[in-house]
């Protein structure tokens, strides 16, 4: 039997209680935020990005403290959000001396979601950790309604747990959890014998609450949620320190999804999973009844779950309101056009005012229209006119661009090999057997197949990482490898300086170059966005993005002939994932190989891959071909592969029933799963109340000249055959229940 008892915390995933408000607030100016709606009319645009301000003041900090996080850390505070889930008011950030966001505005309402977009550094994570306390505001507040469950899932890598996986992701479904518990206490007190009222008043509102809390159908929903994100049936009871990092943040995020708070911050929740992993979470959370607001680089999470945008750009916070991830690329460049064009029209109008008062101004005929001219351009100066757009409104996307060393020379043709190899962590169960694996000159090689199959466990042995359970491993007399995996920026030395590891890297090792200099690593590091004084800082000042820029600057200063990369866009943004996969187009030649695991379509398509290897069923079969959509569809790249017939008639029935419909077809169910033992507990509940009424009957006896006790007894006995009659009804409805789902199953 599967327990659902409550236990530590298996990874950074915070429920932050709005009863027990945490934060910071502070008294400060308001500061307007561009905010526009797809929907906004261009005639009325051009006054909009005359809105955006930035500020630099600071104001004096109080807080409030709360044991869901370390006391010392700040972040939301309960308030009056104006009808707001969330309420973000005059925020402002900086790390270290450095401003990274100014004044930034924004309004969640109930049920909205929002992603938060820009490139790596801009501060998108930063926001996040203000919100949940472990990064400082420098100014201004954010607010949560009262009443609102705040869900958050860190981005950084996690402990295991001693729990199953199963109770892990189910045990903080506290509602379900309290309602079970109160159920179970008025059952016990019923079935000792207290049949009062009030005790049966307890047991109806205690089954009320756990039926609408879905407690009836709890394991399915579970088993859904783990399934969607990518464990099989025999993995629920697993223990979660059997599975990797990667793997316990998908038991974490299963946690976090299943405990559904009011609103639910997401700060890149798809770095450890595969496409139909993410395919499956874009429709989970497109049908989250909650307030959502998701960071993520995965344009296609975006695109499939949120309404709303929101970007961080120019040191501040621009809103798109109603539009999905495309919209907002169409409108940021409408917005852009718009702005310039309204600066270039009252530019040109000015500068023809002003030609008329250079020519006309010493006229004393038409000194009066030249006076009148002036006091229209300082018009125009004091509106705000004659101002150039904000940065944050016009300018470009800076694009990094990744130059990779052109590979190193080879002997013969054949760079590395596999033959007749087991490969895996067990002598007695190899997860890959008899492999035979060689790797030419020229050849970009994808690695596709199930979650579990072991295309990593494969790089793992190709690198050489893994020693072989049995077979031979055989590399090119000079052999080149270069290595870059989705973990690489996690294992950097958080107390280092980026550019020290960067050259370290570069020079030192089997491979190294003492002639690479400091200034051709700035280069690198400048290309990828890495510029100003963000080489010398240290790697824990970085956010998650540069970080992993860093990792890339560092696997793009070594030659090599051979390159593996593991699931390497995860931590890149979309600009970088972009520079990675021109880089790797361009790259190789006839001297040089790739070898790929990753689940990203269009960074694989943007690649071009010549040759495809399959790992599945303990194989691994390679074949000198281009990627076709057969090959994303047939490892369940869409969700609705891993919906079984119940949850797509489930779906259907969504569509077609009104909510009111859905809601009494839901109880139903829910009534119907638990009909057997709540059948038993009826039956058991009779005989006390038949027990009860012949007692009445002989009390009655002992008494027939007391009419005052007599008068009670009857009533007592009307009650309990009352009581009887309901249960019957009751017991009656659920029979039916059971033989309709019976007949449905069969």
């Known amino acids: 039997m599967m327990s659902f008892t409550s236990h530590a915390v298996l990874i950074s995933c915070i429920l932050i209680h709005s009863s027990h408000g945490f934060g910071i607030s502070s008294d400060s100016m308001k500061c307007n935020s561009l905010q526009r709606t797809c929907s906004t009319t261009k005639k009325n645009f051009a006054a909009d990005w005359k809105q955006v301000t930035i500020s630099h003041r600071r104001q004096p900090l109080s807080h409030l403290y709360s044991t869901a996080i370390n006391q010392q850390q700040e972040g939301i505070v309960v308030g009056d959000t104006k009808g707001a889930a969330l309420y973000i008011e005059d925020v402002c950030i900086s790390r270290g001396s450095n401003r990274i966001i100014s004044d930034v505005n924004l309004r969640v309402e109930r049920g909205q979601r929002w992603g938060i977009v820009g490139p790596n550094g801009v501060g998108k994570s930063t926001l996040l950790g203000a919100l949940t306390g472990t990064v400082r505001m420098d100014q201004g507040r954010a607010i949560v309604a009262p009443k609102i469950d705040v869900g958050y899932l860190r981005q950084t890598a996690v402990a295991g747990s001693t729990k199953t996986v199963f109770e892990e992701a189910s045990s903080e479904m506290k509602k379900i959890q309290e309602a079970r518990a109160r159920m179970e206490e008025a059952e016990k007190a019923i079935t000792e014998g207290d049949t009062s009222d009030e005790m049966l008043l307890k047991l109806d509102e205690a089954t009320s609450d756990f039926a609408a809390a879905g407690g009836w159908n709890q394991e399915q929903t579970v088993a859904n949620v783990l399934k969607g994100l990518g464990f099989k049936p025999e993995d629920m009871d697993r223990l979660c320190s059997e599975f990797s990092g990667g793997w316990q943040m998908r038991i ?76 907002y690329l169409e409108e940021k460049e409408f917005r852009a056009k718009a702005a310039m064009a309204e600066y270039e029209r009252n530019m040109a109008e000015a500068a023809k005012l002003q030609s008329f008062v250079d020519k006309w101004g010493a006229s004393a005929t038409k000194a009066a229209s030249a006076q009148s001219r002036v006091k229209m351009i300082e018009k125009m100066k004091k509106e705000g006119k004659l101002d150039a757009p904000p940065a944050a409104v016009v300018e470009k996307r800076w694009k990094p661009t990744l130059v990779l060393p052109p590979p190193t020379k080879s002997m013969g043709d054949v760079l590395l090999e596999l033959k007749g190899a087991d490969i895996g962590h067990s002598d007695d169960q190899p997860l890959l057997q008899n492999v035979d694996f060689e790797l030419r000159r020229g050849m970009k090689v994808i690695l596709r197949g199930p979650n579990g199959a072991g295309k990593s466990t494969l790089m793992a042995a190709l690198r050489g990482t893994l020693p072989l359970l049995k077979g031979e491993r055989k590399e090119n007399e000079k052999l080149r490898l270069g290595y870059f995996t989705q973990d690489l920026a996690q294992q950097l030395d958080p107390t280092a300086r980026a550019m020290d590891l ?35 800082r240290k790697i824990q000042e970085l956010s998650g993005g540069e970080k992993a820029r860093v990792a890339l600057s560092m696997f793009a200063l070594k030659a090599s002939n051979v390159i593996l990369l593991d699931e390497p866009s995860n931590h890149l943004d979309v600009e970088c994932i972009e520079a990675l996969s021109d880089a790797l187009s361009s790259w190789g030649g006839k001297d040089g190989a790739i070898i790929v695991v990753s689940h990203d379509k269009p960074f694989c398509d943007s690649v071009g891959f010549n040759t495809v290897g399959t790992v599945m069923n303990g194989n691994v079969v390679v074949e000198e071909r281009d990627l076709n959509e057969d090959d994303w569809k047939q490892y369940g790249l869409s969700a609705s592969q891993l919906l079984d017939a119940d949850e797509e008639e489930a779906i259907a029935c969504k569509k077609e029933l009104t909510l009111e419909e859905k809601q009494q077809q839901d109880q139903r169910r829910k009534r119907a799963f638990n009909a057997p033992k709540r059948i038993l507990k009826i039956e058991q509940m009779i005989a006390n109340s038949e027990s009860r009424i012949n007692d009445i009957d002989n009390e009655m006896m002992e008494v027939a000249t007391d009419v005052g006790k007599l008068t009670d007894l009857t009533r007592e006995k009307e009650k309990q055959e009352s009581k009887i009659s309901e249960l019957m009804e009751e017991w009656e409805e659920l029979e039916i229940l059971v033989a309709e789902f019976d007949n449905n199953t069969n």
């Open 252 to 327: 974490g995020l299963a946690r976090l999804l299943l405990s559904n708070p009011s609103l639910l911050l997401l700060d890149e929740p798809s770095n450890h999973l595969d496409s139909s992993a993410r395919d499956w979470l874009g429709k989970y959370l497109k049908n989250f009844d909650g307030s959502l607001v998701l960071v993520s680089h995965d344009t296609s999470l975006l695109e499939a779950s949120v309404n709303n945008i929101a970007e961080i750009t120019g040191g501040t916070l621009l809103t798109y309101v109603g539009c999905s991830y495309q919209k």
């Open 502 to 536: 960067v050259t370290a890297y570069a020079r030192e090792g089997k491979y190294g170059d003492i002639t690479i200099s400091n200034e051709a690593a700035r280069n690198v590091m400048g290309r990828l966005g890495l510029s100003g004084d963000k080489p010398l």
